[in-house]
């Protein structure tokens, strides 16, 4: 079973330049998240959807943008990548009710420097 | 924003001693869960709390969701060399509409286990 898939891997980008990380379930879940992870703080969420077609900021969503066009995706974009972005990005997913067994399942994360 | 504070930091233990470590909040919060993340991968969920003062395990792991419902503890007996990550507390709240099933993380507990 795939899970949450989460598209690339690695990533080195250079100060400015632009680009989308991808995330896609599996799971038929509605709600989707991404997350950064930097050391010593855990997980902040940066945006999450609750259905295709809506979206909403979440704690720390300055610098990037997300798309939710179909129910199974959720891309995060970088417009103007800067060094404070340098982090690992984790996309997560879950179904409409919390009372489940696994309320949301991660990815394994994107590892992003920008230089 | 809020945050909830993950003790301790970091545990250095030998193979079968017991562990332990906590979360607390200044908040209340709805739902508890445990995660754990290994190296190079995402979050795994490991136990999930919903009702205040419940108890329970998980093979040798064994959470409580705190009476207050600011608070959570996470205990693991018998440590082996497996059981070497970080682990993450998460509070879940109930706000209804768009705030529904987001997660606030702890900083995270980095567990190692001298054989």
């Known amino acids: 079973n795939a899970g949450v898939t989460q598209t690339p891997k690695f990533r080195v980008l250079k100060t400015g330049q632009s680009m989308t990380l991808l995330c896609a379930q599996d799971m038929n879940h509605e709600y989707m998240y991404w997350y950064r992870q930097d050391p010593g703080m855990g997980l902040r969420l940066i945006h999450y959807?609750?259905?295709?077609?809506?979206?909403a900021k979440g704690e720390v969503p300055d610098g990037y943008n997300v798309s939710r066009l179909k129910k199974q995706n959720f891309l995060l974009g970088l417009e103007s990548a800067a060094p404070s972005q340098t982090s690992v990005y984790f996309c997560?997913?879950?179904?409409?009710?919390?009372?489940?067994?696994?309320?949301?399942?991660f990815g394994d994360g994107t590892r992003l420097s920008i230089l | 924003g809020q945050q909830l504070n993950q003790s301790p930091q970091s545990m250095f233990i030998q193979e079968g001693e017991d562990v332990s470590m906590n979360c607390t909040s200044s908040?209340?919060?709805?739902?508890w869960l445990w995660y754990k993340q290994d190296p190079g991968e995402g979050p795994v969920l490991l136990i999930a709390l919903y009702k205040a003062g419940e108890l329970t395990s998980n093979g040798r792991l064994t959470a409580q969701f705190g009476t207050t419902r600011k608070d959570s503890f996470l205990n693991i007996s018998a440590s082996i060399p497996s059981d070497v990550g970080i682990y993450f507390c998460a509070g879940q709240k109930y706000a209804g509409g768009t705030s529904y099933g987001k997660l606030t993380f702890g900083q995270g507990t980095i567990l190692t286990v001298h054989p």
């Open positions: 959807s609750v259905g295709e077609g809506t979206t």
């Open positions: 997560a997913s879950s179904p409409l009710r919390a009372h489940s067994n696994q309320p949301q399942h």
């Open positions: 908040s209340i919060f709805n739902t």
